[in-house]
């Protein structure tokens, strides 16, 4: 077995990758878990919103069109990836959505690639624990393939759980932050004359 293959009693990770299409396909599996001192919710919010995964999750690179503001259960959505240093075309279905606590998506890529990536967010004492899979199957790979997908991943996964958890810190206090808005005043009449020269003039003006 893998060192990066997965260790966790949660029930989504106990299962015969029946996705993987072939049981006799190579199965690559990469785990980390990450304590985090963000509520559940906190951590959702910007992990459940499909717009800000190119801000945090390293192997994705963009969208093929704008995604809605949140993972629904059964919507497909297309991604550009890059994984060992090669751009993927991947397919995503949407298996689950559950708030604040777990997100599942299976992928079909090119060369008949396929993918599941599970993310399972649970509460600890000083914040949430946050367990993230991904598992990479595929007829066309072989073990010292899938050695190489794993190390790749385990790598790319700590560097996304560590933007994840700057992000949804950061999160609360951008939108807490005033906005600024360009507001245009009517041109001054004859009688008041302003000190500046100009039909108009513009000032900005703090707004929550």
Known sequence: MSEHAPVCDHPLFNYQPAWA???????GHVTRHANLALAPAALWS??????????????????????????????RMTAETVMLGVTNTVEWTVEAAIGPGTLVLI???????????????????????????????????????????????????????????????RAPEESARPALRLVHSAPATPERTPRWSGDAHAHLKMVR
């Open 46 to 75: 910007v992990l459940a919103d499909p717009r800000t995964w190119s801000d945090w999750l390293t192997v994705h690179r963009r969208w093929a069109v704008e995604p809605r503001a949140q993972f629904v259960p059964g919507a």
């Open 21 to 27: 299409s072939s049981r006799a396909a190579a199965v």
């Open 107 to 169: 992928g079909a890529g090119e060369s008949g690639m396929r993918t599941r990536l599970t993310f399972w967010i649970g509460p600890a004492e000083q914040g949430s624990r946050l367990t993230v899979t991904c598992e990479v199957a595929g007829d066309r790979l072989n073990d010292v393939i899938i050695g190489a997908i794993e190390q790749d991943g385990a790598e790319q996964l700590d560097r996304s759980i560590a933007l994840l958890e700057e992000l949804a810190a």
